[in-house]
């Protein structure tokens, strides 16, 4: 098979690091842009490093924004007792798109996952932990989905919790997520009885 174009191969060996984006399809987009006007490719370049530049992590929840503390955190009207964890950013949005949740986030990045060499120092505990001796939070809602890694991380953050913040009522979403789901991938009405019907995990 004949070689590729050097610039070509560069491109696709860098979309093939995107998750779910194979060889040929890899192939397929680079082609495509490719045959784009040279503007509007130079446009898509130019989107993915304002990307990088105009975006961080807000101090506070560890979600994605433009300001710090995000628009969620610098929000007045919202609960400051009531503290959701979720594993990304996908999830929250799918709640905020929900919108019938009205407290906080906490963003782990991720979920422990030993298999896949995930471990808890490689997500934000402690930073979850700085977050609860503030003193604010009431009620931490894990919301993590019903997958394995969900669940490790679901057992890890209820013993984190009944160790150092036996006050703290610990609560998850209602299966009426099937088992084996993202949380990012639910309906709003599914997420809303979850939220709405979430079960104590007891003390």
């Known amino acids: 098979m004949e070689r590729l174009p050097h610039a070509l191969q560069i491109l ?8 779910g984006v194979g060889r040929k399809s890899a192939l397929r987009i ?12 130079r446009g ?4 993915i490093c304002d990307l990088r530049r105009s975006l961080c992590l807000c101090s506070r929840c560890r979600s994605l924004s433009e300001t710090d503390p995000c628009s ?16 990304d950013w996908d999830s929250l949005l799918a709640l905020e798109e929900a919108g019938f949740y009205r407290g906080r986030y906490f963003v782990l990045g991720g979920l422990l996952s030993p298999l896949d060499g995930v471990n808890s120092d490689q997500l934000a505990f402690d930073c979850l932990k700085d977050r609860l001796i503030q003193g604010q ?21 209820h013993n984190l919790l009944q160790r150092n913040f036996p006050d703290i009522r610990i609560s998850r979403l209602a299966q009426g997520i ?26």
Do not use: F, H
């Open 12 to 19: 696709v060996d860098q979309l093939t690091a995107l998750p």
């Open 30 to 41: 680079g082609l495509t842009l490719l045959n784009w006007p040279e503007e509007k490719a």
């Open 44 to 47: 898509l370049g130019q989107a």
């Open 72 to 87: 969620v955190c610098s929000d007045p009207t919202r609960e400051d007792g009531l503290l959701c964890v979720i594993a």
């Open 137 to 157: 939070v009431q009620e931490v809602v894990l919301a993590l989905g019903t997958t394995r890694d969900g669940e490790t991380t679901e057992s890890y953050i």
């Open 178 to 203: 099937p088992v084996g789901t993202d949380l990012k991938y639910m309906d709003r009405e599914t997420l809303k009885q979850s939220m709405t019907y979430r079960q104590s995990l007891g003390q």
